[in-house]
């Protein structure tokens, strides 16, 4: 949707399901690609993204990093769908500032906790 928009890039991701703390994981993935997220529309298990690089829409290039990014997210959280406790729950700001193999452990630590039910406490 890049030709569409003159100051942003649609962005749009389908997720098998919902996941807790999903959007934030994706709003900060596009942050540290060094995007800025205008706004944010969410209907179930599609998202869509407003995202702007410096007060622009990005380039096809980025668009590409952008998209390769968010793959790599999601296959990390939906590797294991079949497990009966996949829903991850990461605070909003505990992970703020980290690359993407952080995001990742993160998220594999809060499984831990979820198999655990430590976070049921």
């Known amino acids: 949707s890049n030709f569409m928009h003159m100051a942003y890039t649609q962005v749009h991701v389908g997720v098998p399901r919902t996941v807790v703390g999903l959007v934030s994981l994706i ?10 997220v205008l706004s944010t529309t969410l209907d179930h298990t599609n998202h869509t993204y407003q995202v702007s690089k410096e007060g622009r829409k990005l ?3 980025e668009a590409d990093e952008l998209r390769a990014t968010l793959e ?3 296959r990390g ?4 769908s079949a497990s009966p406790h996949s829903s991850d729950i990461i605070p ?6 980290i690359d993407s ?10 499984r831990a906790k979820v198999e655990e039910g430590e976070l049921a406490r």
């Not at 709003?27 to 800025?36: D, E, L, Q, T």
């Not at 959280?77 to 294991?80: E, G, S, T, V």
């Not at 193999?101 to 809060?110: G, P, T, Y």
């Open 27 to 36: 709003r900060k993935s596009i942050s540290a690609s060094g995007c800025v």
């Open 59 to 61: 380039t096809p290039r």
């Open 72 to 74: 790599e997210l999601l």
């Open 77 to 80: 959280i939906y590797a294991d």
């Open 92 to 97: 909003h700001d505990e992970f703020s500032g």
């Open 101 to 110: 193999a952080s995001l990742l452990q993160a998220i594999a630590a809060e």
